[in-house]
């Protein structure tokens, strides 16, 4: 199994900026694709970002050029900066991955427990 913990939530006014992080645990896994969700009270969860392990990083239109994914693969680490912050990117931000564990032989995705983050005008 693999664990993934988010930090970096909180509260901030419009404009502002926070920078969320995600940090998977675990043993014998190797982590594909790493991204982030999220979901506003009432709304489905969305994509907001993933990072694979080569390619491109793919970024939803409303975060486009103000949000930023990047990854520490050393740390097995993903990171979300998020600038130009609006009311409406209030939400439970949610961290998951795509793992290859060995005893399963086998690519599982996980998910963090999210992080709550608040926007105000």
């Known amino acids: 199994q693999v664990q993934l913990v988010e930090s970096g939530g909180g509260s901030v006014q419009a404009g502002g900026s926070l920078r969320l992080s995600c940090a998977a645990s675990g043993r014998a896994f190797r982590l594909n694709t790493m991204g982030w969700y999220r979901q506003a009270p009432g709304k489905q969860r969305e994509l907001v970002g993933n990072?694979?392990?080569?390619?491109?990083?793919e970024y939803a239109d409303s975060v486009k050029g103000r949000f930023t994914i990047s990854r520490d693969n050393a740390k097995n680490t993903v990171y979300l900066q998020m600038n130009s912050l609006k009311p409406e990117d209030t939400a439970v931000y949610y961290c998951?991955?795509?793992?290859?564990?060995?005893?399963?032989?086998?690519?599982?995705?996980?998910w963090g427990q999210g992080t709550q983050v608040t926007v105000s005008s």
């Open positions: 990072m694979p392990n080569v390619g491109s990083t």
């Open positions: 998951n991955a795509d793992a290859f564990t060995i005893p399963s032989f086998k690519t599982t995705t996980f």
